[in-house]
């Protein structure tokens, strides 16, 4: 009888099944007691308040009086409601312009900032600074750098004799004005490629300069099939948060002038504390947000496996 089979006799025992047995539940219970304090925070703050948002979508509140219970006027009311088009028509011209133009930068920049020479950690340092800097300090920061009489813009355009537009006051400007301070704080991005530079081998690039390939060419063909999880990875968060984006405009502009400048999440906030305030049809808004970023976030994840290459995919075929 050889080793395996005494081994499986014993785990066949009765007392051996119960021995097991508690071990494997009391090793679930301790994972759950682990993940406890995490699975009660997402539902106390995050489940919670989705389900209560989605629930209030229904209802109209005006924080004072009673809920009352509207079925699916609020939805029905978004059809009708010109200035909720007008800020998905923002929001979206804003996400078409920042996002490929952010991730342009940042991967630019990257490049640069990946070099090792002397001293470039300080010059990593001094590009992500803006990502950790209060928003409504930085946005204070570009409004007076906007500022159409004083202003560091225009006074600077004023030394080649062109005069600077009245950036945030203007129509044709102001939403121009808000994608210009939004890219300035791209550290996070930054330094997320910059990891991800740091982990493409070496020794591709050597391999394909020795096979006569240029920078350009090294580039397209390996840097950025090397660097497309981490492009995925990044596009993701950037949707995620651009579609929320808010400070910048409400600070600088609130959503004026002309509304121009109104981005969704500053109509919504007008909607819940201004504006009548009717915390149900503000949950309809938020409702409609949700999906609208749930539905460009799967669309990139289903459409990740197109374009997406991870180094273990070739050594999965061989």
Known sequence: MNTATKNQKVADHPSQKRVISRYRRSEAIGFYLCIAPWLIGFIIFMAGPMLASFLLSFTRWDYFNPIQ??????????????????????????????????????????????????????????????????????????????????????????????????????????????????????????????????????????AAQLDGAGPISRFVHITIPMLTPTIFFNLVLVIIQTFQSYTSAAVATNGGPQNSTLFYMVYLFRRAFTQDANAGYAATLAVVLFVIIMSFTLLVVRSSSLWVYYEGQREGKA
Not at 141 to 154: M, Y
């Open 69 to 206: 219970w509207v079925g699916t006027r609020n939805y029905e009311r978004l059809l009708d409601d010109e200035l909720f088009w007008t800020s998905l028509r923002v929001t979206f011209t804003f996400a078409v312009f920042y996002i490929p133009l952010s991730q342009i930068i940042a991967l630019s920049a990257a490049l640069l900032l990946s070099q090792n020479i002397w001293g470039i950690g300080i010059f990593r340092a001094i590009f992500y600074l803006p990502s950790i800097l209060s928003g409504t300090a930085y946005v204070l920061l570009w409004v007076w750098l906007f500022e159409p009489d004083h202003g560091l813009i225009n006074s600077g355009l004023s030394w080649f004799g062109v005069t600077g537009p009245r950036w945030l006051s203007n129509p044709d400007t102001a939403l121009w004005a808000i994608i210009a301070m939004s890219l300035w704080g791209l550290g996070s991005s930054l330094i997320i490629y910059i990891a991800g530079l740091k982990n493409v081998p070496l020794q591709l690039y050597e």
